[in-house]
C-alpha cells in the first residue's frame, strides 16, 4: 500500500523538514504487522515527492488477530484486501512514520509550522464504502480538489461494473498537519473497518486529531460513528464534547468581546452606518433570498426580517454559544409562524463547503474575515465563490489606516481580540480583486463611516456581483 504526498511550493525540498524524513535516505520501520518505508522518489527545488510504503504480512496479520474475534470466514482470514488497500493498517503506519509532523511542529525550519503550502496526496486503491459520492462528501468540505476514478471490479467484464475500490488524489493549500491529520480520521471512515479493538482511548483519539476541523464538518455525525465503528456509547459521548467545544476562531466570550470592539467604535455609530449600508446594497440587488455568514449575535439578521422583499434568510455561524445569544435577540420563541417561516440558524465553518449555503441570491460576510487566520482564507474564498456562487456577496472588514483615529485603542493594537489580521485599503482591494479573477466576479468598493481623508473610513466594503 501506498500514499505519496508531493509538495510545489519552492524550494519544495522543505517537505522534509516537515515529515522529520530527510530525503536523501530511506527510513524503515517494523509493525506488528509489517514494515513501513518512507523514500522519495523525486526532491527537487520545484517538486518534491515522499512516498510511504506499507507492506503487510498477511500471516502476521492473522496472528495479531486471534483473540480480537473472527476476520470474517476461515478463507477470508487467509485472502482478503487489507495488503493492497488503504486501511487502518496505513492509519497506524501514518502515525509511525509522522508522528510528529502530525503534531505541527517543525524543529529544523520553525518558520514552516503552521505554514500552508499547495500540496497533494495520492493513493493508488482507496476503498470507499459510499461510493465515489462519501469521497467529495467528506474531502470536498475541507477545501480539497477530489479526483477519485473508480476501479473496475473486472476490466475483462464491463457488465459488471465497478468495484468499491478507487485511485485517490487530493490537492489543496493545507497545513503538512492539516494533511496527515484528514487522511489518518478519515482513510478508516471510508472503509468503514479497522483491525483493532475499540476503546474509549478512541474517542480522545478523534477529538484530538479532529479539534481544528471535525465540529464544523457537515458530516461529522457520519465520521464519529464510523471512527468509533458504531458503538452507541462512544459515539453518544464524542457527539456531545463535538457540541461542547468552541470551534477555532471562536471566541470565548463573544458578546463581551463584541462589545469592546462597538466601544472602540461608539463615537461615530459605526455599527449602526454598517447596517444601514448593507441593507441599502442589498435592496438594490433584489434579492430574495440571503445567506448571513458569520451572523454573530443577530444584529442583521433582525434588519433583513424587516426587509420584505427577503423571503428567504440563514444565518450561520461557528458558535453554539453565539447562535443561543443571536434567538434570544430575535425573541424566537415569540416569533410568529409567518416570521419564522422565512429564517433559520445554523451551526457551519466559512472554511468547509456546505450544501446548506448554497442557492442564496445573496450573502453578506460582516466583519468576519479578520477572525480567520490569513493561510485560510482560500478555503473561504472557494466555500463562497466558488461552491455557494451568491450573485451579490458583501464583505466588509476594519480598515487599518483609520485605527490611529480612534482615542481609545492603543497603537498598534487591533480593535478586536480576535482579530487575526486588520488590512490596509490597498490590501483588502488586492484581495478582492484576486477573488475575482479566480472566480468570474465583479467588484466595486465603498467605505463605510466619516471618511478621514488621507486615512480613508473605518470600515470598507467590497460589492461582488456576477
Same mark, same amino acid.
Given at each position: 500500500m501506498l500514499l505519496e504526498i508531493t509538495n510545489t511550493a519552492s524550494p519544495a525540498t522543505d517537505l522534509g523538514y516537515l515529515l522529520y524524513k530527510n530525503p536523501a535516505n530511506v527510513r524503515t520501520s517494523k509493525l506488528r504487522f509489517g514494515q513501513a518505508h518512507v523514500y522519495y522518489?523525486?526532491?527537487?527545488?520545484?517538486?518534491?515527492?515522499?512516498? +510511504? &510504503?506499507?507492506e503487510i504480512n498477511p500471516i502476521q496479520l492473522l496472528r495479531n488477530r486471534r483473540g480480537q474475534g473472527n476476520y470474517g470466514r476461515a478463507l477470508e482470514q487467509y485472502v482478503n484486501d487489507r495488503p493492497f488497500v488503504a486501511s487502518s493498517h496505513l492509519c497506524v503506519a501514518i502515525a509511525e512514520m509522522y508522528g510528529t509532523a502530525m503534531s505541527g511542529r517543525c524543529k529544523g525550519k520553525p518558520e514552516l509550522e503552521g505554514k500552508a503550502l499547495p500540496l497533494s496526496a495520492t493513493i493508488p486503491v482507496l476503498p470507499?464504502?459510499?461510493?465515489?459520492?462519501?469521497?467529495?462528501? &467528506?474531502?470536498?468540505?475541507?477545501?480539497?480538489?477530489?479526483?477519485?476514478?473508480?476501479?473496475?471490479?473486472?476490466?475483462?467484464?464491463?457488465?459488471?461494473? $465497478?468495484?468499491?475500490?478507487?485511485?485517490?488524489?487530493?490537492?489543496?493549500?493545507?497545513?503538512? /498537519?492539516?494533511? +496527515?491529520?484528514?487522511?489518518?480520521?478519515?482513510i478508516p471512515v471510508l472503509d468503514n473497518d479497522k483491525h483493532y479493538w475499540i476503546a474509549k482511548d478512541e474517542i480522545d483519539k478523534l477529538l484530538t486529531k479532529g479539534e481544528s476541523w471535525l465540529p464544523a464538518h457537515p458530516e461529522k455525525e457520519l465520521i464519529v460513528q464510523r471512527y468509533l465503528q458504531y458503538r452507541r456509547r462512544f459515539t453518544r459521548e464524542a457527539m456531545e464534547r463535538l457540541m461542547e467545544e468552541d470551534v477555532v476562531g471562536s471566541p470565548e466570550d463573544p458578546e463581551q468581546q463584541d462589545k469592546e470592539e462597538e466601544a472602540v467604535e461608539e463615537k461615530i455609530s459605526l455599527n449602526e452606518q454598517r447596517i444601514s449600508t448593507v441593507t441599502k446594497v442589498i435592496s438594490e440587488s433584489g434579492a430574495t433570498s440571503i445567506v448571513d455568514l458569520g451572523c454573530g449575535e443577530g444584529k442583521y439578521l433582525r434588519e433583513y426580517l424587516k426587509m420584505q422583499g427577503l423571503q428567504r434568510i440563514l444565518g450561520v455561524d461557528v458558535s453554539m454559544q453565539t447562535l443561543g445569544i443571536a434567538k434570544n435577540r430575535l425573541h424566537w420563541d415569540d416569533m410568529s409562524e409567518k416570521k419564522q417561516s422565512r429564517i433559520d440558524l445554523i451551526q457551519g465553518s466559512l472554511l468547509y463547503r456546505d450544501q446548506r449555503i448554497a442557492g442564496f441570491e445573496a450573502a453578506s460576510c460582516i466583519e468576519v474575515i479578520e477572525h480567520l487566520d490569513e493561510p485560510r482564507l482560500q478555503a473561504f474564498e472557494r466555500v463562497v465563490f466558488e461552491f455557494a456562487k451568491p450573485k451579490t456577496v458583501i464583505v466588509t472588514t476594519p480598515n487599518v489606516e483609520y485605527n490611529v483615529?480612534?482615542? $481609545?485603542?492603543?497603537?498598534?493594537?487591533?480593535?478586536?481580540?480576535?482579530?487575526?489580521?486588520?488590512?490596509?485599503?490597498?490590501?483588502? /482591494? =488586492?484581495? =478582492? $480583486?484576486?477573488?475575482?479573477?479566480?472566480?468570474?466576479?465583479?467588484?466595486?468598493?465603498?467605505?463605510?463611516?466619516?471618511?478621514?481623508?488621507?486615512v480613508g473610513t473605518p470600515t470598507q466594503m467590497a460589492i461582488f456581483q456576477q
Open positions: 522518489p523525486e526532491a527537487s527545488e520545484e517538486r518534491c515527492t515522499a512516498a +510511504l &510504503l506499507l470507499s464504502r459510499g461510493g465515489t459520492e462519501l469521497l467529495l462528501r &467528506l474531502f470536498e468540505p475541507l477545501g480539497y480538489a477530489v479526483e477519485a476514478e473508480p476501479i473496475p471490479l473486472d476490466k475483462e467484464f464491463p457488465d459488471w461494473g $465497478n468495484s468499491r475500490y478507487h485511485r485517490f488524489r487530493i490537492s489543496g493549500k493545507v497545513t503538512v /498537519q492539516e494533511l +496527515l491529520t484528514h487522511l489518518y480520521v478519515l483615529r480612534f482615542e $481609545n485603542l492603543p497603537k498598534g493594537n487591533f480593535r478586536h481580540r480576535d482579530h487575526r489580521f486588520e488590512w490596509s485599503r490597498k490590501e483588502f /482591494q =488586492a484581495w =478582492a $480583486n484576486r477573488v475575482c479573477e479566480n472566480f468570474g466576479y465583479s467588484v466595486d468598493f465603498r467605505g463605510t463611516g466619516d471618511d478621514g481623508s488621507e
